[in-house]
């Protein structure tokens, strides 16, 4: 399991892709890029990467896909001022 997610982050693969490539022996067409530590691990000091607290991101929605509504709301009513 841990060799998976070492691979996934190291390659920007995960099992279902790879596995499909594999099937499809178009592996050496791939077009992932690595994950980067930060988007993992966060943007604070190294030593807070072994504890168990929130990593802060330096853009969140992008590390996460997605945007919050919150944030949205308040993008738009800084938009009106």
Same mark, same amino acid.
């Given at each position: 399991m841990? +060799?998976s997610?070492l691979?996934?982050?190291? =390659?920007?693969m995960g099992? $279902? !892709?790879? %596995?499909?490539?594999?099937e499809l022996?178009?592996i ?8 980067p530590?930060?988007? +993992?691990?966060?943007?604070g000091a190294?030593? =807070?990467?072994?504890?168990? $607290? !929130?990593? %802060?991101?330096d ?6 896909g ?10 738009k009513n800084?938009?009106m001022?």
């Amino acid at each position: 399991m841990i +060799v998976s997610v070492l691979w996934g982050i190291m =390659t920007g693969m995960g099992t $279902i !892709d790879r %596995l499909k490539k594999q099937e499809l022996e178009t592996i050496e067409q791939c077009e992932e890029e690595p994950v980067p530590w930060t988007d +993992v691990f966060g943007i604070g000091a190294y030593w =807070t990467w072994i504890l168990p $607290i !929130d990593p %802060l991101f330096d853009d969140y929605d992008r590390v996460m896909g997605y945007a919050s509504t919150q944030r949205l709301l308040r993008e738009k009513n800084m938009s009106m001022i």
